[in-house]
């Protein structure tokens, strides 16, 4: 285990001037649609003076939804630090906040889910800066890949299987754009994740899919501010 420990914190620590993105900073209107709420919201990429921070904030007549990540990026890892949650439809207050800590090796979560669990010896992503990871790998070229995504729920982590399944012509702005579709699945898991990334774009996502037998979510891409 101690052994585990060091090569985790040698990934963390060994480069620690690389601390650029090849994902630009942007800023873009996102449409999040499910069987209870249909709500457009910004999502922004920016560098801050610590690090990285990514935020999605949206709101309508019944709900406000803000989700905000801090993080680092060392030799293209995502290197996660909060993760803050908070959600105000008219009938429900729920709010999260986790706290990565790389001295005790511990993720803290409180709010509406309290516990405490270890990192061990993985890089663990939270819902928003995941997609960083994903797109970096997508630009890098790889066709498979796993990772480990926080449980908000629960603690700990989940792992995920990526695969590349194919390209499609997206329509984006009446333009023609070249997607690459990325799935996200797990064992013995029903739920499966369907990504559309651009190119043109950076392989911004044009097109979030999560279906279970359930339910289904989709985040579209309406409008984008900035990129770059």
């Not at 990934?11 to 449409?31: G, R």
């Not at 663990?124 to 908000?152: C, S």
């Not at 699945?185 to 979030?208: C, G």
């Amino acid at each position: 285990m101690k052994y585990k420990v060091i090569n985790f914190l040698l990934i963390i620590f060994l480069s620690i001037n690389v601390v650029s993105s090849e994902i630009p900073p942007y800023s873009a209107k996102y449409n999040f649609e499910s069987e209870e709420i249909s709500i457009s919201g910004i999502r922004e990429f920016y560098k801050t003076e610590n690090g990285f921070e990514m935020r999605f904030k949206a709101s309508n007549l019944f709900a406000s939804l803000f989700f905000l990540s801090k993080f680092e990026i060392k030799n293209s890892e995502v290197i996660s630090d909060s993760y803050e949650i908070k959600i105000r439809p008219k009938f429900l207050d729920r709010d999260q906040y986790l706290n990565f800590d790389y001295e005790t090796m511990e993720v803290r979560s409180e709010g509406i889910n309290k516990w405490v669990a270890s990192l061990k010896d993985d890089l663990v992503y939270d819902p928003l800066n995941v997609q960083i990871m994903i797109r970096t790998n997508v630009k890098h070229g790889l066709k498979n890949f796993k990772i480990n995504i926080v449980d908000m729920e629960e603690g700990g982590s989940k792992s995920y299987e990526f695969n590349v399944v194919g390209l499609e012509e997206c329509i984006f702005n009446e333009e023609t754009l070249k997607c690459v579709i990325l799935e996200r699945s797990r064992l013995n898991s029903d739920r499966k994740v369907t990504y559309y990334l651009a190119e043109e774009l950076e392989y911004m996502f044009i097109k979030i899919i999560d279906a279970s037998p359930e339910r289904t979510n989709t985040l579209t891409l309406l409008e984008v501010s900035s990129l770059g």
